[in-house]
Structure formats: C-alpha cells, structure tokens
T-cell receptor
C-alpha cells in the first residue's frame, strides 16, 4: 500500500494568495484528518471526516480555512486568502474505523510558507 | 481546560542508557492515550494506544504505561535509530490533543 499521499510536499506563496493542499487517504479507510504542526503550538487537529462527512471543524482557525472530501479517495484543505501566520506543516491522516480512537496513519506532510 | 504536557522537552542519552519519557494530562473523559514517533521531515508514526489506568504495551525496546494522570514511555537499552521526537496524544470526548513532544537523541 502506498500510504497516505499528500501534494504538494512544499508550497511557497505570497500573502493573499489561495492555497490548496491535497490528500489521498489509504484505500478502504473511513476517516480522514487534517492537522497543522508548528513549533509554537505543536500538532493541532483542524477537521476530520467520517465516511466523507465533516464531523468536527472546531479546530479550523478561521473562515479563511475550508476543507472538502468529495469522495472516499480525495480531500482538499484550502486557505483563502493566505497569511504569513499560516506557515506550518500540514498533515493529512486516515484511519480504517470512523472516529478518533482508531490508529491514524499520517502522510508525509506539506510544508507551507506564506511570504 | 484540557491539557497534555510532555517532559522533558529534549533528552540526550548514551546508547544502552535506559530512561523514561513522561506525558501528563488533565482532561475530562479520557477515551484513549496514544504514543507516536516522528522522524525529521516525516509524519508521525503510530506506536501504542492505551485505554485505561494500569494498562501496559510493549514493542521492541519501548514500553508504554498509563495511570489516571500520566503515561510513561520507557525505553530500554536504546540504540541510535531510536532517535526521534516522541509525541503523546489524548482523546477526550470528541477532541484529540497532542503534547509538544520529547526530542530524544541517542548517542553512539
């Protein structure tokens, strides 16, 4: 199995631009999670989906952030407009069972730099 | 407020020198405690899940234990390849909260 796939691996953009991060979960997995990792705040859960349905988006920092999961094999995290404080590593993870308790498998992350 | 605190922030050990990493938590309604390993430039890799006080799990040189207030990750006779950041996370209700991790460096 290829594991969780994220693209791009690195993204450099200018303040005000739209950024779209992409994730392909492990085939057959039923939950998908988006995290953000910074030195200051550590790893934070932004939003997660069960069976393609958003369950809890309370971790999404602002309305500038949005996430979609149009089907079981693809999800996007969009930031519009981007700001320098959004610079971080964004991880996608998936798990076989729905909910937070099952083992999560993380992707390699997207390092976002907003200038 | 739900909190997860890991200590120490960083730890340097000689190869073969056993030690323990601590994860203390103050949450209501603990549903699970997780340990992950993260190598530089990579995503976290799952190690263990513990569900109730008194539970223990082992994998190679690692052993995780859980009490009502904290969890320990014991590393026995570590090798240089055990160098990584070890993350603890707690599920409380419908939330999952990560600690900031312990950076472990094993010197050959």
């Amino acid at each position: 199995d290829a594991g969780v796939i994220q693209s791009p691996r690195h993204e450099v953009t200018e303040m005000g631009q739209e950024v779209t991060l992409r994730c392909k979960p492990i085939s057959g997995h039923n939950s998908l999670f988006w995290y953000r990792q910074t030195m200051m705040r550590g790893l934070e859960l932004l939003i997660y989906f069960n069976n393609n349905v958003p369950i809890d988006d309370s971790g999404m920092p602002e309305d500038r952030f949005s996430a979609k999961m149009p089907n079981a094999s693809f999800s996007t995290l969009k930031i519009q407009p981007s700001e320098p404080r959004d610079s971080a590593v964004y991880f996608c993870a998936s798990s076989l069972l729905v909910g937070l308790t099952d083992t999560q498998y993380f992707g390699p992350g997207t390092r976002l730099t907003v200038l | 407020e739900d909190q997860v605190t890991q200590s120490p922030e960083a730890l340097r050990l000689q190869e073969g020198e056993s030690s323990s990493l601590n994860c203390s938590y103050t949450v209501s309604g603990l549903r699970g405690l997780f340990w992950y390993r993260q190598d530089p430039g990579k995503g976290p890799e799952f190690l263990f899940t513990l569900y109730s006080a008194g539970e223990e799990k082992e994998k190679e040189r690692l052993k995780a234990t859980l009490t009502k207030k904290e969890s320990f990750l014991h590393i026995t006779a570590p090798k240089p390849e055990d160098s990584a950041t070890y993350l603890c996370a707690v599920q409380a209700g419908d939330k999952i909260i990560f600690g900031k991790g312990t950076r472990l460096h094993i010197l050959p």
